[in-house]
């Protein structure tokens, strides 16, 4: 009798650490932006992105860190980014759309849910702290932009949308709201500009020494992570790699390092401190 009691016991036990993950992960989505009727839906052509790059000339500075406190602060301003959202959710990416247009929506869309994702957690010090790996929530693969009739995650727009455009430049616009991230651009993506922002992006992210260091003399070469965990958007192989980089780097003797073929490239850390305003100080006195 004492042993069934211990295995029903047991049983119960394995029942309710199995219905606790089980509502720990069903309960762990988190969906912004809202449906829209069939009728209601535009082409990602049709999406306008002047309400969100009027929340980042308020909250975002020159140095790509966000004033969170302040933004989280501003019932008005959650507002507006969630209405913001909220227009996202009516393209269809069915619809025929100008790539540069595809370009702007999509990047916007990872920054912006990424942002939103944050001041839903604020305060926080990192947004690795919103990663679980068995259960809960994942902001990753968590958080949802409902998109048409899909709800699209920050992974979905990374490696199922936005790499699969063949564009490696996106790796210096989207910004997971860390400082080893390129920075915050202060304003939004536009179609009509879009190149042009993509390769400023890219200049900048190579004369941040935390992204990016060389020594002429040894031969060497130090940059960010982003190139070796996306090193085949940027070639088939290191030196191909670096020759893609090559013309965004701050000078002649970088850029004739780089395209060399012969450059002993190894990978900074990557910071995963938030890029939060009120960590600014810390941050400059680190560089």
């Known amino acids: 009798m004492k042993r069934i009691t211990l295995v029903a016991l047991g049983v119960i036990a394995v029942a309710l650490v199995l219905g606790i993950a089980a509502n720990s992960q069903a309960g762990s989505k988190v969906t912004v932006g809202r449906p829209w009727a069939p009728q209601e839906r535009v082409s990602i052509d049709q ?3 002047r309400p969100w790059d009027a929340l980042l000339q308020k909250y975002v500075d020159v140095r790509g860190m966000v004033n969170y406190a302040a933004w989280k602060a501003s019932p008005a301003d959650l507002q507006a980014i969630d209405a913001y959202l909220a227009s996202l959710s009516r393209a ?6 100008s790539r540069n247009s595809q370009f702007a929506f999509w990047i916007n869309v990872y920054n912006a849910v990424t942002v939103r994702g944050i001041l839903r957690e604020y305060p926080t010090s990192s947004i690795q702290n919103h990663t679980a790996k068995a259960f809960g929530y994942n902001i990753w693969d968590d958080l949802l932009l409902l998109v048409g009739d899909q709800k699209v ?4 727009m990374e490696h199922k ?22 920075k915050l651009s202060n304003q939004a993506y536009m179609p009509q ?6 390769t400023s992006n890219a200049q900048s992210f190579f004369t ?10 040894a031969g060497r070469i130090r940059v960010s992570p982003i190139l070796k965990w996306f090193g085949e958007d940027f070639g088939a192989n290191t030196a191909a790699q670096m020759a893609a980089i090559a013309p965004y780097l701050p000078d002649a003797a970088a850029q004739q390092l780089a395209r060399s073929g012969r450059a002993q490239v190894s990978y900074l850390d990557y910071d995963w401190d938030l890029n939060d305003q009120r960590a600014g100080s810390k941050t400059d006195q680190r560089r």
């Open 47 to 49: 999406i306008d992105h």
């Open 92 to 97: 269809t990416p069915a619809a025929q759309a």
């Open 153 to 156: 995650s920050l992974n979905d």
């Open 161 to 182: 949308v936005l790499r699969k455009m063949g564009e490696p430049r996106i790796h210096f616009a989207i910004v997971c709201a860390s400082i080893g991230c390129p």
């Open 193 to 198: 500009t879009i190149d042009k922002q993509l």
């Open 208 to 217: 941040d020494p935390q992204k990016f260091q060389y020594d002429v003399q």
